[in-house]
């Protein structure tokens, strides 16, 4: 069974930082699976952060709104995907939720973790 761990989230003010951690069970991260971060902001649909592709599907992409400020990144050596957030505004406020794929040609995310809440004040 696959199981997704966030851990990290926080609050913090605005300009700060935070290191999102995820560490599957179940689940071994290397160059050639997929994985991705989402977030839902209150009241909000859920919306993709980083798609973490092959280098050849495109590598990972960055919503519009994190691009240049957000980046993800593998830790195959110890199994765990991160997501490291700077310059954060309370417009990054919400429930973020890693996510993999069984394999890159799914359509979908196949697994989900319980998400870990991420609160940004001004």
């Known amino acids: 069974e696959v199981e997704l761990a966030e851990s990290g989230g926080g609050s913090v003010q605005g300009g700060g930082s935070l290191t999102l951690s995820c560490a599957p069970s179940?689940?071994?991260?290397?160059?050639?699976?997929?994985m991705g971060w989402f977030r839902q902001k209150p009241g909000k649909e859920r919306e993709a952060v980083a798609r973490?592709?092959?280098?050849?599907?495109?590598?990972?992409t960055y919503g519009d709104s994190v691009k240049g400020r957000f980046t993800a990144s593998k830790d195959i050596a110890n199994n765990v995907l991160f997501l490291q957030m700077n310059d954060l505004t309370p417009a990054d406020t919400g429930m973020y939720y890693c996510?993999?794929?069984?394999?890159?040609?799914?359509?979908?995310?196949?697994?989900w973790g319980r998400g870990v809440q991420v609160t940004v004040s001004s």
């Open positions: 996510a993999a794929k069984a394999e890159c040609w799914s359509n979908g995310y196949n697994y």
């Open positions: 973490i592709e092959r280098e050849y599907d495109g590598g990972t």
């Open positions: 179940g689940y071994r991260i290397t160059n050639g699976n997929c």
